[in-house]
């Protein structure tokens, strides 16, 4: 790579940037940033204004040498990138709230990413990061590919399967949280911990060992989710909801926040429709502590990233993936959980579908460490929700009908049959604007 980086990111305006710019910041001395390129399109422009702004304040406060660009040309930005970063929303929040108010007036799970809502997004989202992967394959085709846009262990599939593109790593801060808060009650540095991770995204389980190579797992379950445990909060995004203590003790691993979707339906719904009805969904709320936060942003004297953004519910993910480049550029080989081409790390899992999983993050990319095979429980819910991500991401690219009806059916938080229907039809109604690949099709007659 030449001296001096340029690095671009799609989804510039979004509210997370300010961590993105302090990430690199203070790397500065060995992730030499020259070009930073914010990029964003037309509706998000006053949003890139204000954070890009603020961007160029945070540079110039550090005093280092790096120029901040601002564009909604995504071409021009790309051309001779050496990092491309994605975190952008496809019919922004307003499309978030959707995703999880039609689901949850059917009486089903109405989540950004789990359930009917998430596949939605996955509709929206991954043609568009294919358009990305086509103009990088001619303006930067040795560049990299960090993605943090969700569904990102779909997006990651995306790419991989249809893009065929090798240099791409997703990215979710949930285990960042988890090995944050479990080294925390432990009483030990991160560093003398080694977390073993295996899954794929937002639906992964980990052990946990000491420097000494003893297995430290059990004493974690207890703390978290033992009868007595308070159940805590690893990401802002997930109510703080109780497992079934017999049931985690039973599995020996330490399961992912999302897996109370999973194994509290029920209980997960009940608090879902609640707090719709009084302080809204996590879309809606979201969108008001985006609006407080741009607000701060706009001061022009602000020029450091602001505490209130660890409440958005998306901590760590920026900085991890400036961590992810720098481990990249200096060949570092540093231990991160991130969605990368199994290679058998996960046996359970097609070969080279994407999971995410412990890796090494080298010159050439996520090395993963191997996990083996799942013990029953978790094996069957992880090859379920494999294929019906496959089946997702089929559906995106192609546009067929048919294929998003039998993801739906596969997928545990939809109800099968004429109701599963229904919300897949009004969804994709409900986003029509950004699903041009469903509705350029004899087949929408199919829905009625």
């Given at each position: 790579m030449k001296k001096g980086l340029k690095i671009v990111t799609i989804g510039g305006g979004s509210s997370y940037t300010p961590e993105l710019i302090e990430g690199f910041i203070k790397r500065h001395a060995e992730l030499p940033v020259r070009e930073l390129w914010l990029v964003d399109i037309e509706a998000g422009k006053e949003k890139l204004n204000i954070v890009g702004e603020m961007a160029k304040r945070m540079v110039k406060a550090a005093g280092i040498d790096c120029d901040v660009h601002l564009t909604l040309d995504r071409r021009h930005a790309l051309q001779d990138a050496d990092f491309v970063t994605t975190q952008f929303r496809v019919g922004l929040l307003d499309a978030r709230i959707k995703d999880e108010a039609i689901p949850l007036k059917h009486g089903m799970i109405g989540q950004e990413t789990n359930g009917a809502g998430g596949m939605l997004k996955a509709f929206r989202t991954i043609p568009v990061v294919l358009g990305i992967v086509e103009d990088m394959k001619e303006l930067c085709p040795n560049a990299w590919l960090i993605n943090f846009t969700n569904p990102a262990g779909m997006v990651t599939e995306a790419v991989l399967r249809y893009g065929q593109w090798e240099?791409?790593?997703?990215?979710?801060?949930?285990?960042?949280?988890?090995?944050?808060?479990?080294?925390?009650?432990?009483?030990?540095?991160?560093?003398?911990?080694?977390?073993?991770?295996?899954?794929?995204?937002?639906?992964?389980?980990?052990?946990?060992?000491?420097?000494?190579?003893?297995?430290?797992?059990?004493?974690?379950?207890?703390?978290?989710?033992?009868?007595?445990?308070?159940?805590?909060?690893?990401?802002?995004?997930?109510r703080d909801m109780r497992f079934l203590s017999d049931q985690i003790a039973q599995l020996g691993m330490l399961p992912c926040p999302y897996h109370r979707y999973y194994y509290m339906t029920g209980n997960m719904l009940e608090e879902e429709l609640q707090e719709a009805q009084h302080e809204g969904t996590r879309g809606q709320v979201v969108k008001k502590l985006e609006e407080s936060l741009f607000e701060l942003y706009k001061d022009p004297n602000l020029d450091y990233k602001p505490k209130e953004l660890e409440q958005r519910g998306g901590a760590y993910y920026s900085d991890a993936a400036c961590e992810i480049i720098n481990s990249i550029y200096n060949n570092k080989g540093t231990q991160m959980v991130v969605n990368t081409r199994n290679r058998g790390s996960v046996s359970d899992l097609p070969y080279d579908s994407a999971v995410e999983v412990t890796s090494l993050i080298t010159a050439h990319g996520a090395e993963p460490v191997h996990f083996g095979a799942f013990p029953p429980a978790q094996r069957g819910l992880l090859q379920v929700m494999k294929a019906m991500e496959e089946l997702t991401v089929e559906a995106a690219v192609t546009g067929d009908y048919a294929t998003a009806l039998q993801a739906f059916t596969l997928n545990p938080l939809v109800t099968s049959g004429d109701i599963a229907k229904a919300v897949l039809d009004e969804l994709l109604e409900a986003h029509k604007e950004y699903l041009p690949q469903f509705f350029s099709k004899e087949l929408v007659g199919t829905r009625v």
């Open positions: 240099k791409v790593i997703g990215l979710c801060n949930v285990p960042v949280m988890a090995v944050k808060t479990e080294a925390a009650l432990l009483q030990k540095e991160e560093k003398d911990l080694f977390f073993k991770f295996a899954g794929i995204n937002h639906l992964h389980w980990h052990r946990v060992y000491d420097k000494d190579g003893g297995e430290v797992t059990a004493e974690l379950i207890d703390k978290l989710y033992g009868p007595d445990a308070d159940p805590g909060k690893i990401v802002e995004n997930i």
